[in-house]
């Protein structure tokens, strides 16, 4: 079928629909005429439509051609035969001989064997499968993409008379979760910490889509294009007088990103396609956002996936101007505003007045994606990964958002609310306390100095060297930058961030983990790998090694940066000390080549390393006369020595570091950096949790880096602990088989007044 056919069929296909859903006759009736007139005009001999019902079931609910029993009889599970299949993909599926197909099932009550080939396409509403448009031909077809598209157009109509409710409740497509007025607890991740309390606002932009169908495209993609301006002159607006303003580094990066999004020229075009098969611009829209929503939702990677939030943030914007609905003005917002969203892009957060923003809870979202990255910089309390909570909560109930305990409490009675209060109340006179440690030294009640560092990734962490006092970075992972802008910073770029960074440290040592990305941590602009076993893939030094011109790049950027300063850089991932040597060689290669262009070489350059991976563990004799430090990286060596993996949370927290065993094997190597005068520290997750660290201390840990936050806990129970004491009580310990012997480090802290 030629473009232009397709697209007058299928504006008269749309028309005809529009009449047919408008018309009299009950839901049921008007489905069945709407097979029959798919049918007809896609020449097609069988059309039958599919809802989603309770139990993530695809009912048969009107079919032309197939047995007109089978209707309502016909049940497929999400996943299960060919229609179960589009739904689990939420992908249009061709078939030109469905019988070979790996998902075929076979429904003898519905006599489809004369039928060979099929094309079906989900039938999306917010980006979920509420049901499956499919049609089939006796001859073996192949059936053409126009065809496919103007299956989808009638999905989206589609879409709407399943939400409508007329053929199946509202309730059964919502998901249902006991008595909704109920308090209620939910459990996600924590994206930004800190605790808030305020009314719920969805952030749904559900707009009512009045007019679906189209008679003029011309002044349709007008309309568009119009509304495209005008979005553009408001992000500019945005993002030259927000909040953010001024920031540094990773805001403009994330705005960069997000802007680069907008002009792309690819989603304007498909919405333009959308027009031209008859659908207004505001249905384009939302056809093509869907879409996006139900193709890169799913995506293995998780930079494909933030940018679908990207994508649908400029798409609920790009409606706001066709529709003209109004913004979120402030009078209109509760006093304290806790958002709800399914995900939301960093120009959405900020339209909101961020001084009454309380909170974000998500039912998606990352670590990285930027409306997390932008929330802690506003410190704000982002909890994600939190399924369904959009159904679970109305406008202006009650909400607390405990970041730290990654929580969310809906509808909290009173009582439970003023506890958070005072929670809250008691966090911030805590904060308030821990400030004058800030001046004074980690040093414990027996006289023993420890050295506490903060791990930073992005530009905003370095505050937190003045703020906390700490003696400056103990881990700069150096990916984290990498990881937010929209392609590979070169040689001039990074020299500029390198220098911003020492320059806020303000003196302060820095230790520069060279870039540790692979695995789940994906750079966009890197070629995209499928691993089976990401965390023990081709990632940091491995990749570095493979692919030198990287690693060289950064070093040299390091060296210039440094502008004669001293430098501390470790290379993570080492499983081989020969892999370290390799990579010092490289530094080498670039301390050389800086004297040949006569640059200031750093005053000192200290090369260590990061002990995260068992093998190493085991060739320190060979690996301590080589490296100037060494730093363990307690949450990839853990999840290496136990074999679990440190992002799954069902094992994650199945094995303990507080053990005999981990703990021995942590002091033997303790010694053996003693041993040979080498430093050592620990900078994973353990050297910020009091208990944790109070055992570090004990086995002869002088240096510990953490996040920031951790400082001031931590240097209150560094200075209110003895630290012979504790080495003493875990060296009667290690005998035992236990697996775990917080419960006794927890009692001895107790009965020695450690602050823990
Ligand atoms: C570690 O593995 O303990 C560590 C500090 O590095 P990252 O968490 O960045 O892998
Ligand atoms: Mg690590």
């Not at 939400?163 to 924590?190: F, H, I, K, Q």
């Not at 390198?498 to 750079?523: C, M, N, S, W």
């Not at 199945?654 to 040979?676: M, N, Q, W």
Request: with cysteine.
């Amino acid at each position: 079928m030629s473009t232009a056919k397709s697209q007058t069929v299928s504006r008269k296909l749309l028309a005809g629909v529009r009449d047919v859903m408008a018309g009299e006759g009950s839901a049921q009736a008007r489905l069945d005429r709407t097979t029959g007139l798919i049918a007809a005009s896609m020449e097609a001999d069988v059309c039958s439509i599919y809802v989603r019902r309770a139990g993530d079931v695809l009912e048969l609910f009107s079919t032309q051609g197939l047995r007109p029993e089978s209707v309502h009889v016909t049940r497929l599970r999400i996943g299960e035969g060919v229609i179960g299949a589009i739904a689990a993909r939420a992908q249009p599926m061709a078939i030109a001989n469905v019988r070979n197909h790996p998902s075929f099932a076979y429904r003898p009550e519905t006599g489809e064997e004369p039928f060979h080939s099929m094309l079906g396409v989900p039938v999306l509403r917010a980006g979920r499968v509420v049901g499956i448009i499919a049609v089939q031909n006796r001859e073996h077809r192949r059936y053409a993409d126009e065809e496919r598209e103007i299956l989808q157009t009638i999905a989206m109509v589609l879409a709407e008379m399943v939400a409508g409710g007329d053929l199946v409740s509202r309730d059964e497509l919502a998901p249902t979760e006991g008595d909704a007025l109920r308090p209620l607890r939910v459990e996600g991740v924590c994206y930004s910490p800190g605790l808030g309390i305020g009314k719920v606002v969805l952030h749904e932009p559900g707009f009512d889509i009045d007019h679906l169908v189209a008679q003029d495209p011309d002044a349709e993609v007008e309309r568009l294009r119009h509304a495209f301006t005008a979005m553009h002159g408001q992000l500019d607006t945005l993002f030259r007088k927000g909040p953010l303003v001024g920031g540094e580094g990773e805001f403009q990066d994330v705005m960069e990103a997000f802007r680069m999004v907008a002009e792309d020229a690819g989603w304007l075009r498909r919405i333009e396609e959308a027009i031209a098969t008859g659908l207004t611009a505001e249905a384009a829209v939302v056809k093509v956002k869907n879409e996006m929503r139900a193709r890169l939702g799913s995506a293995p990677d998780p930079y494909l996936r933030e940018r679908v939030h990207d994508l649908e943030d400029l798409g609920n914007r790009l409606l706001q101007h066709l529709m003209g609905a109004a913004h979120h003005a402030a009078e209109d917002l509760p006093e304290h505003v806790v958002l709800v969203a399914r995900n939301m892009g960093p120009a959405e957060l900020l339209d909101y007045d961020h001084t009454r923003l309380r909170g974000v809870v998500l039912e998606e979202g990352s670590a990285t994606s930027h409306v997390s990255i932008v929330a802690r910089a506003l410190d704000i309390p982002v909890l994600g990964q939190v399924p369904d909570v959009m159904t679970k909560v109305a406008n202006g109930e009650n909400i607390v958002v405990d970041g730290r305990n990654a929580q969310a409490i809906l509808r909290p009675s009173e009582d439970i609310q003023q506890k958070f209060h005072e929670t809250r109340r008691a966090n911030e006179r805590i904060k308030a306390e821990y400030v004058q440690y800030k001046d004074l030294p980690a040093r414990t009640r027996d006289g023993v100095d420890v050295s506490l560092l903060i791990n930073a990734g992005l530009l905003f962490d370095f505050d937190q060297i003045e703020t906390t006092g700490a003696d400056g970075v103990g881990l700069y992972r150096t990916e984290v930058p990498f990881m937010v802008r929209s392609q590979f910073p070169d040689v001039d770029a990074q020299r500029q961030l390198y220098e911003r960074v020492l320059e806020r440290a303000q003196g302060k040592p820095v230790t520069f983990r060279t870039i540790d990305v692979g695995g789940d941590k994906v750079l966009p602009y890197w070629e995209e790998r499928d691993e089976e076993n990401p965390a023990m893939g081709w990632r940091a030094i491995r990749i570095c090694l493979d692919r030198p011109a990287i690693l060289r790049q950064q070093l040299r950027a390091l060296i210039q940066a440094a502008q004669g300063r001293a430098i501390d850089v470790m290379f993570p991932m080492v499983a081989e000390v020969e892999e370290f040597i390799a990579a010092k060689a490289l530094l080498q290669r670039e301390l050389d080549r800086e004297t040949k262009r006569g640059g200031l070489l750093p005053q000192t350059v200290r090369c260590g390393v990061m002990l995260e991976v068992p093998a190493l563990a085991l060739q320190l004799d060979k690996l301590l006369k080589r490296v100037d430090f060494v730093s363990i990286g307690s949450n990839d060596l853990m999840q290496f020595l136990y074999a679990t993996d440190r992002g799954n949370a069902h094992v994650s927290k199945r094995y303990d570091i507080l053990s005999p065993f981990a703990l021995g094997f942590l002091k033997t190597v303790r010694e053996r950096c003693d041993h040979y005068g080498i430093p050592v520290s620990v900078c994973g997750q353990a050297a910020g949790d009091p208990l944790e660290a109070m055992a570090l201390v004990g086995l002869g840990f002088r240096r510990l880096s953490m996040p920031p936050p951790a400082i001031g806990p931590i240097k209150e129970m560094v200075r209110s602990m003895e630290a012979h004491a504790v080495a003493q009580f875990l060296g009667s310990l290690f005998g035992m088989p236990h697996a775990s012997i917080r419960q006794r480090l927890r009692g001895f802290a107790r009965d020695h007044g450690v602050k823990i």
